[in-house]
Structure formats: C-alpha cells, structure tokens
C-alpha cells in the first residue's frame, strides 16, 4: 500500500500514519520527524534545515526529494509506505510521480484530513512529542499514561519549538498558500479521497480505513 496523508500542521496526520503503520506493517515516512532528527545529530542536512523549520518555512523543494528519495529506496519501502508531511508544494507532488516512475511504482491514494484552523490551533499547543520515536500525544485529547512520559519508550516527552502560536500562524499560511494546491494536484488525478479529521482519533482512523479497504476491494 502507497498513501499520501495530507493536511494541515495538526490535522491529525502522524497519529494516523503510526496507526496504518503499525497495522499494515509499512514505514511512515514522516519528513518532519526526519528533519528533526537531522537537526539533532548535527548533521549536514540539519544544519540546512533548522533556519526553514524554526520559522515554520518550508525546507528547500531539491533538499526534500533527495531526502525522500533515500527513504524510498530502501527495502522496507519496497511493500509500501505511507508519507506523512511530503509533499507539500506541487513541485514536490510532481518530483514523487518522477520517483515513483523511475521506481515502477504508483500512488494508490492520497488522504486529505479535513479539520477547522481553530482545531488545529487547540491541538497544536496542547502536543507533546517522543524525540525518541516520534509517537504524539495531547495534554487532552490523547494524554500518556504518565504526564510528560512516552508510553512505548519511557522517554522524556518534549514540546515542539515550532508549535509556538506565532510560529503555528505562520505554518498554517504556509500550508494554505504552498501546499493548498497539492491538494487539487491530487484531485485532478482521481487520487483524493477526504476524511473528517475533526472526530475522536477511532472513528478518523476508521474512516481511513474505509477508503482503503474500498481501494483494495475495486482492485
Ligand atoms: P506538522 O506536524 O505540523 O505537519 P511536520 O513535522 O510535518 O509538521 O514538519 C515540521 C517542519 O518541517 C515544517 O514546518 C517544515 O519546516 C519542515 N518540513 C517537513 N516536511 C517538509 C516538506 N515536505 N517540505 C518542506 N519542509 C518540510
Ligand atoms: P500532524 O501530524 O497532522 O501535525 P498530529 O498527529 O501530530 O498532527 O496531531 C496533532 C496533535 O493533535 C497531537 O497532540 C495529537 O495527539 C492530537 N490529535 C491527533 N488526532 C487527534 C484527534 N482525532 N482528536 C484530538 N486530538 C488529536
């Protein structure tokens, strides 16, 4: 199974694409959890990218497709992934049909979560993330067992810099002027399907499990 999830910052998309993940035993590719990582081992990638990240700009479209393509030719990748944050700009989405051809492989479906920026914005101040294995969880809605603790690894769960408000403004125009258009992208190839990221994280993840179990079953 290839997935694109598709969203804005805080739609819900890396605590689904843990799920299908898991469930399907396929690799999420997640390019902010890459990225962070990159930012924390110092390496040359990172150097590049903390400027973008920190401001809540996007990392260079010629950066991204070379991180991504070295994700996607690695074998686990091979049975399928999801991609969690990428693409976000047309010529990002046009790079990956380029890959995914060379590749001989095809997109099965692109998910678009749909949530109100006044959602977003509670989800995002409330976030807390493992800088171990990249799991979410929120204050409220999703809390760990143990405040301030990830329940898979035991690390120490951390707030992310970029979801400060003004840096959250800024990421939810970036979203609307550079990545809006991916969306119609995806709609003119027939590949869209919408999901209502707005209910509880069960009933999204059945929703999303509907649209796929509908793409296995028309195959
Ligand atoms: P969110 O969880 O809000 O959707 P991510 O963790 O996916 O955010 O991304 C965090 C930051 O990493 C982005 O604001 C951007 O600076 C950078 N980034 C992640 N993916 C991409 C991408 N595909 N293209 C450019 N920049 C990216
Ligand atoms: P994205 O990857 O799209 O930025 P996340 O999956 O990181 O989004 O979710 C953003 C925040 O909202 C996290 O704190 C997460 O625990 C919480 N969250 C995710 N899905 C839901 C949901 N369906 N209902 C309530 N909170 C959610």
Redesign the pocket.
């Known amino acids: 199974m290839r997935v694109v999830f598709l969203?804005?910052?805080?739609?819900g998309?890396?605590t689904q694409a843990r799920r299908l993940a898991d469930r399907y035993g396929i690799p999420q590719v997640?390019?902010?959890?890459m990225?962070?990582e990159a930012m924390a081992s110092g390496s040359e990638l990172g150097q590049r990218?903390r400027a973008?990240?920190e401001?809540?700009?996007?990392?260079?479209?010629d950066?991204?497709l070379a991180v991504?393509e070295d994700r996607l030719r690695r074998p686990d990748a091979e049975r399928g992934f999801v991609l969690?944050?990428?693409?976000?700009?047309l010529a990002?989405a046009e790079g990956l049909d380029d890959l995914l051809r060379r590749l001989g492989r095809r997109l099965d479906a692109v998910v678009l979560f749909q949530v109100p920026e006044e959602t977003v914005v509670r989800r995002?101040a409330g976030r807390w993330t493992c800088p171990a294995c990249g799991r979410v969880f929120h204050e409220s809605y999703s809390p760990p067992r143990t405040p301030g603790v990830c329940d898979a690894d035991g690390s120490p769960l951390v707030q992310?810099e970029?979801?400060r408000p003004e840096t959250v403004r800024r990421?939810l125009a970036?979203y609307a002027e550079q990545t809006a258009p991916v969306v119609e992208y995806y709609r003119a190839r027939g590949l869209l399907h919408s999901v209502d990221g707005s209910q509880d994280p069960d009933a999204v993840a059945e929703a999303v499990e509907a649209v796929l179990r509908h793409l296995v079953e028309v195959r």
């Open positions: 969203g804005p910052p805080g739609a998309k890396g997640a390019t902010g959890d990225l962070r990218a973008y990240v401001l809540g700009e996007l990392v260079p479209d950066v991204m991504v969690d944050g990428f693409p976000r700009t990002q995002l992310r970029d979801d990421r970036v």
